[in-house]
């Protein structure tokens, strides 16, 4: 029997690393219910030396990357540079990438996907979210930042799933659509509007460049 | 796009961003800082590099109300 594997790296350190951090914990959860060999890169193990040697060593078939970005590079735990556009990017070939990071999408990604990475699913802008103040402590008890953070999960459930890289971003996209759409029939809509504002340019930033038709 | 389009546009955003619950907060850009209401009105009056990020997401928003005649559609349907 041959064994899936997900890498994935989930620095801790500030606030919006803190959500990332604890809403990745139900999809790390759902891939070891099913059988995929996890190797869980989480606070100080997010770092470099970590990454580049289980993506040689066990070569996952899907890596998640969660953390600042920008449009050269991935960050790990206190900023430290994982993956840098022009220095390391080929430990990516033949894997699914998705990162949760901001502008990575733009010009990391698509190099990424001529240099041999089968799908990278990504933000191709900054990718924004909004939370509850009175939840910085409790981020899986925030309901607002489920908004944004639920369908960005969402991919990964979709994978874990089996559904092909294209699908699991539109079943992603249509998630935020369901959410924007709650949000405006909502009662409190005028409070609501500067929430869908965000939750539409994630939506419309989120990208899917490569084969769209793999699964891992 | 010019100074006073851009002003208004700037007076626009932040009218709309001051209806925003004061307990919710945004995590936008790659610094690590997360905003408030208040800090976010201050980012765009000073014209920083994160209020000028704040008045492209709102830009965006308002030119995809055109959009909206298909969102109308998808909201029927939903209800």
């Known amino acids: 029997m041959i064994y899936k594997s997900l890498l994935i790296t989930r620095p801790f350190y500030d606030n919006p690393t803190s959500y990332l951090y604890h809403w990745s914990e139900a999809f790390v959860d759902a891939a070891r219910k099913k059988g995929v060999k996890v190797i869980d890169l989480k ?31 991935l960050y790990g735990q206190n ?42 699913i990504g933000y191709d802008e900054d990718f924004i979210f909004v939370f509850d103040i009175n939840c910085i402590n409790n981020p899986l008890k925030d309901k607002t930042a489920k908004l944004f953070l639920g369908p960005s999960n969402q991919i990964i459930h979709s994978l874990l799933k089996g559904n092909l890289t294209g699908q699991a971003n539109e079943k992603s996209k249509k998630m935020f659509m369901k959410n924007i759409i709650h949000l405006l ?6 409070n609501n509007t500067e929430i869908v504002t965000y939750l539409l340019w994630d939506m419309n930033h989120q990208v899917c460049l490569g084969d769209k038709n793999a699964k891992i | 796009m010019t100074k006073s389009f851009y002003e208004d546009t700037k007076q626009l955003v932040i009218e709309r961003l001051s209806v925003m619950s004061s307990n919710k907060g945004i995590s936008i850009g790659n610094s690590g800082n997360t905003y408030t209401k208040d800090q976010l009105i201050d980012e765009v009056e000073k014209g920083s590099v994160i209020g000028h990020k704040i008045v492209q997401v709102e830009l965006e928003f308002l030119q995809s109300l055109k959009d909206f005649k298909n969102y109308d559609l998808q909201i029927a349907t939903h209800n």
């Open chain 1, 185 to 190: 029939n909502s009662q409190t809509t005028k």
């Open chain 1, 79 to 120: 900023d430290q540079v994982l993956i840098s556009l022009g220095k390391n990017e080929k430990l990516l070939t033949s894997k699914i990438v998705f990162a949760r990071s901001c502008s990575s999408a733009k010009l990391l990604g698509k190099k990424c996907v001529k240099n041999g990475t089968i799908c990278y």
């Open chain 1, 43 to 73: 606070s100080d193990k997010a770092i470099a030396s970590e990454v580049e040697g289980r993506l040689k060593k066990i070569n996952p078939d899907l890596v998640v990357i969660n953390g600042h970005g920008s449009q050269r590079e």
